[in-house]
């Protein structure tokens, strides 16, 4: 298993997710994904499901 993947929203870079302790650590790559800046996920595919949502508007879990 990876300790770093690229999150891509359709051909936009939404950022990347570094293996911390507890799960995947996001660093947005651009303002559109700051949101998301620092948030821990489970796993890779997490995080970029919350990077789509977020890029198509849908509101996000609490």
């Known amino acids: 298993m990876s300790d770093t993947y690229i999150i891509?929203?359709?051909?936009?870079?939404?950022?990347i997710?570094?293996?911390v302790p507890g799960g995947y650590r996001f660093f947005a790559a651009?303002?559109?994904f700051n949101r998301l800046e620092g948030?821990?996920?489970?796993n890779a595919r997490?995080?970029?499901?919350?990077?789509?949502l977020l890029a198509s508007g849908m509101?996000?879990?609490a």
Request: hydrophobic share 40%.
């Open 8 to 15: 891509e929203v359709g051909s936009q870079s939404a950022g």
């Open 17 to 19: 997710v570094v293996r």
């Open 30 to 32: 651009s303002h559109r």
């Open 39 to 42: 948030q821990i996920f489970r």
């Open 46 to 52: 997490e995080a970029e499901h919350a990077a789509q």
């Open 59 to 61: 509101p996000l879990a």
